[in-house]
């Protein structure tokens, strides 16, 4: 195991060996073992089925890395002791040595990341065991962190930015561009669809198929999600607004079969090699048309930050169907987007203020004639 460590320099010429997420096979036999033992199916009535069964791929592979990148720390401070079981190896004092040797390297916010996915893990592999103490620190550097990603500048009302799809789209019909018209519709098409169904997180933005997922209902369409698809493991079913049915079924009819190329897919979003697109290209695509639309960069996760921000903005007294609209579990979800809609009142207010200030204080010199 450390062999293959001291040979990650070679190995990966272009990653830092000190900073690596450790793969699985690189891990030491106890911990391998340990995670195999979470999926395996099993049967949940007599406990047999493994505490990580029912996460999803993206779940699973962002546990793997933050569990992998502890692991690292280990190693590169000859704490590894990989004869060890996992939890036996985790002491307040190296948890505090790994956040100084993190915060050293990336944003507050990865910190917080890093700490929680170690969490989640140490949890499933031992469930008996208290972690309170982790938990207390996972909670505090939560509460302490800056989003180094400006997350309230990003945010836009949920009305503007499903008015820039309409238009989007209406103007690629209109005027098709000159290069790749295909792809421009599609990708407004997934921001339209994605802020008028905030429901819908990524995972199943990517995976929608047609006949599927997404079933016509007359003069609409309708999208629905099995306990197996969704992060909350139930059923969800999103009608789509009536507004978007002829955007889609224009997609559907039109620019789709452009973009397959003759190729054979149920799935709904297609690159323009006619492939299947991935959930990491639909986020970079979003991503890079909503920072040349709207200045800032708004990720698929933010849409949601945005539906329901707007909803405590503009009808604070019913911020209560934010809960069930978002799929939110936890009451304390919802309040954070409360809390941070009362934030952006308060800078409109405060900006306000000041520019009502300055016009009353402006020098005479400065006014117009006849002021």
């Not at 979470?38 to 505490?51: A, E, H, N, S, W």
């Not at 985790?90 to 993190?102: C, G, Q």
Request: glycine share 6%.
């Amino acid at each position: 195991m450390i062999k293959k460590v001291a040979t990650m320099t070679t190995l990966f010429p272009f990653e830092d060996p000190t900073r690596r997420c450790l793969r699985v096979h690189e891990w030491p036999e106890h911990d391998q073992k340990a995670w195999h033992a979470l999926f395996v199916p099993g049967d949940i009535l007599d406990g047999t089925v493994g505490t990580g069964f029912h996460w999803e791929e993206a779940t699973r592979e962002k546990y793997r890395k933050g569990y992998g990148r502890w692991l690292t720390f280990l190693i590169t401070t000859d704490q590894l002791q990989a004869d060890m079981p996992p939890g036996d190896r985790i002491t307040r004092k190296r948890v505090m040595a790994y956040l100084d040797v993190l915060r050293k390297d990336v944003a507050d916010w990865t910190v917080w990341g890093r700490l929680n996915e170690l969490l989640a893990v140490m949890r499933a592999f031992s469930a008996d065991t208290d972690w309170s103490w982790l938990r207390r620190i996972v909670r505090f550097l939560e509460t302490n962190s800056v989003d180094s990603r400006n997350k309230l500048e990003r945010l836009r009302p949920a009305a503007e930015i499903a008015a820039w799809a309409y238009k989007r789209m209406d103007c690629v019909i209109a005027t098709p561009p000159l290069r790749d018209p295909a792809s421009h519709y599609r990708d407004a098409l997934m921001i339209g669809l994605l802020i008028t169904c905030p429901t819908m997180r990524l995972g199943n933005l990517t995976m929608i198929e047609l006949g599927h997922h997404l079933k016509a209902t007359g003069d609409t369409y309708d999208l629905s999600f099995t306990p197996d698809e969704t992060k909350t493991h139930k059923y969800l079913s999103i009608p789509v607004p009536a507004s978007m049915t002829p955007y889609i079924a224009h997609y559907v009819d039109t620019s789709r079969p452009v973009l397959l190329q003759g190729m054979d897919t149920n799935r709904l979003w297609i690159t323009r090699y006619g492939q299947p697109m991935k959930g990491k290209t639909i986020y970079d695509r979003i991503t890079k048309v909503t920072e040349r639309a709207f200045g800032k960069p708004i990720n698929p996760h933010l849409f949601r930050d945005c539906a329901v921000t707007t909803v405590a903005i503009d009808d604070p007294e019913h911020i209560g169907i934010a809960a069930p609209i978002l799929g939110h579990t936890d009451p304390r979800t919802t309040e954070k987007h409360y809390i941070q809609a009362n934030a952006i009142v308060a800078g409109r207010r405060l900006r306000s203020s000041v520019d009502t200030l300055r016009k009353e204080l402006k020098p005479r010199h400065l006014s117009k004639k006849g002021d």
